[in-house]
């Protein structure tokens, strides 16, 4: 059998969803521009939707599994399992109000028009707060509508901000961080799970080796073991003598996320000739 997965056919999902099947080194067939492309080394089919359409298909099992944004997971709120966070398409769902207004909080919104494409997280959101507004769904361009006075407020999905300030409008309150993630159908075949579960072994290794680097460094014998205790490694660094006398070559695995702080400090510790080398895949 064959695992289907659903990814975006087009837009800001599909690049970056290919690329990772890519890096898990699983090799697309035939073209992209079509409804559906073959894995050649991997037991999987592509189907291509529009991404809105991605939770139904995965809830009738026209796809098994899907990559889509927690948005749109979360709007249309379709029977489906998110299975896995993916790291990429990240985003937020915000409230944006026109320059020079001032958003007070949630009671802003009362009586308001609301642009969005998201009404159904809008409205949870007003019920919470027990704000009554009149929500407008806009499909696209939301952040065009209080400049044609079609709303006073939008909300809509944003991650530098500049499509909103192009029109004038300032972020207010964010009612949802998203990213793409992994649904799942509700019933999966042993066979289908065996397939996910090699997938997922695979993002999972990409994903970690991207958060890691392996650092080669050169430390001088009488440093070696406070430069030892600044490293983390997987279990312990690699310690190699060098042809000159009295130095020692080490390798290690750091956190990209810890990297800057600990290079400092191996350098305070005497270390030399740190190179940094960026991980492909990453078995523990
Ligand atoms: P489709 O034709 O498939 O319906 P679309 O126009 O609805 O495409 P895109 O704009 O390609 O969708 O966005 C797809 C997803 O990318 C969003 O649902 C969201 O999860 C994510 N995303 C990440 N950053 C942004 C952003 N700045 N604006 C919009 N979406 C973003
Ligand atoms: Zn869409």
Known sequence: MK?????????????????????????????????????????????????????QYVEDGVADIGFVGENVVYEKAKKVEVAYELGFGKCRLSFAVKKGETFTGPSFLAGKKIATSYPILV?????????????????????????IGLADVVCDLVSSGSTLFMNGLVEAETILHSQAVLIKHKNFSTEAQQILERLLFRI?????????????????????????????????????????????????????????????????????????????????
């Open 204 to 284: 999972e290794s990409v994903k970690k080796a991207k958060k890691n680097k392996y650092v080669l460094l050169n430390a001088p014998n009488d440093q070696l073991e406070k430069i030892i205790a600044l490293l983390p490694g997987m279990k312990s660094p690699t310690v190699l003598p060098l042809a000159s006398p009295g130095w020692s070559s080490v390798h290690t695995v750091i956190a990209e996320s810890d990297f800057w702080d600990m290079i400092e400090q191996l350098k305070n510790a005497g270390a030399e000739g740190i190179l940094v080398i960026p991980i492909e895949k990453m078995i523990l």
């Open 123 to 147: 409205q949870q959101y007003l019920n919470e707060h027990s704000i009554q507004a009149e929500i407008h769904e806009i499909s696209g361009s939301v952040e065009i509508a209080p400049g």
């Open 3 to 55: 695992l289907k997965l659903a990814i975006q056919k087009s837009g800001r999902l599909n690049e970056d969803s290919m690329r990772l099947l890519k890096e898990c080194g699983i090799d697309i067939g035939n073209g992209v521009n079509k409804l559906k492309a073959e894995a050649t080394n991997f037991p999987i089919e592509l189907f291509f939707f529009r991404d809105d359409d991605i939770p």
